[in-house]
């Protein structure tokens, strides 16, 4: 089955053909771990999980690179870090709040059935490598160093503003460029700059005294380098165009300029290359009521709550719900979001888990449709139309056993797992709970320890899971789950 890909670059469909099928590579531009991602930001995770998936199943499971970056050095980390942790030293505040959010982000997008990528590289610790492209650019006459800052110089790239196909003059016009007295051209971007002090920074490339930290765009040039591209000294890869380039770069529209057309510059012009990826995919927005969805706007959900475990032990919404819902639209057209959509996909799932309950050796087939689906350019609203094809089939054919395993392997591979639609408990369920809850605290209160844990085993008998802990004001509070 031949996979064809659009591509940014080239705005064109076109076959995909990996430089080296034993060995399929693919960055994508991953979170800035600074607040909790919101759905928006879960739309580019799932896509490319999806993209993850397929090419692992066309090309083989230990045949794919897939490298998402955790960009955890930015200006948004510092102020949220000073913010919230006003008594600490500010890098001390820094490594709390990426480290929290770091954790948030990963179990938002396991709940989302995403496969972890097989590399997921923290700019701090690929400096090394952002200082030693830094002066290769230099060294080549593409960047130049004024005022303790390295920038990049436009100018030198004829090529520039390919992926945006804007002109210098659009660009300067539109785009949020920032005239600062040490540029020698407004378009010019900055590759390191000096740290303030009290921040995060390093010792400085180009012979540059003051430390400082770098710009945001050479991180993932810096990145896809060390993960993708065969290493050579001092923290390079080798200077051999022809082996400096990987298959699929990926990320939201939003990103074509200037961040993705940065990243062309950087590693284009340190390698010599022609491209820096051969395939740019971009995912269009996710958007409420016609508006991006963003933390500016302040019209944004996250994930988190939209997952979040209510009283009872029992999700808002599955993470399969939240997948399902994001598929529906073709990634790059925009999409709206909104409850009835994700209702709808929780009933789809609800129905497909239904037919599929009682396969116990699901076959390994994936089916053939679904896959053709996918690999014209990710056509999600198609998969989904072969996905009701197969339902309605397996609902058609109770009997054979072979359908309905070839449709729970389609499932599980898409990881639209429906095992979470569980049926919810009922309101007098919950109401006893919460009395036999109230006795046990009103019994440890009362230093009555043999009752309450009495209690506790009754109610765990009943598979209800007790968590005692605190409340913001430092009161003791019992919340409790199903246990599953
Ligand atoms: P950020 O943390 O803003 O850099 O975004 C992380 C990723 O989410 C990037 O690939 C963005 O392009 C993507 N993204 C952010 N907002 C949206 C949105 N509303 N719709 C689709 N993708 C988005
Ligand atoms: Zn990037």
Redesign the pocket.
Known sequence: MELKLYDTLTKEKRAFRPLDAANVRMY?????VYDF?????A???IVFDVLFRLLRHVFGDDCVTYVRNI?DVDDKINDRAARDFPGLPLNEAIRKVTAATERQFHADVDALGCLRPSYEPRATEHITEMRAMIERLVAKGHAYVAEDHVLFAVSSMPAYGRLARRSLDEMLAGARVEVAPYKREPTDFVLWKPSKPGEPSWPSPCGIAAPGRPGWHIECSAMSMAKLLAPFGGGLACDDPAKNTFDIH??????VFPHHENEIAQSCCAFGTERMANVWM??????VEGE????SLGN?VTINELLRTEKFGQRKWEGASLRYAMLSTHYRQP?DWTIERLAWARKQLSDFSKVVKQVETPSVDVDSRVVSALCDDLNTPDMIVQLNRLYSEVLHNRTDQRKAAKFKSTLDFLSLSVDELQPKISEREINSIETKVAHRNAARKAKDFAESDRIRDELAAMGVVLKDGKDASGNPVTTWEIAR
């Open positions: 994508v531009c991953g979170p800035t991602a919101h759905v928006g930001n739309r580019p995770v960009t990926g990320g939201g529209i939003d990103l971009h995912n269009g927005f996710l958007q991006k969805m963003s933390k944004f999409i």
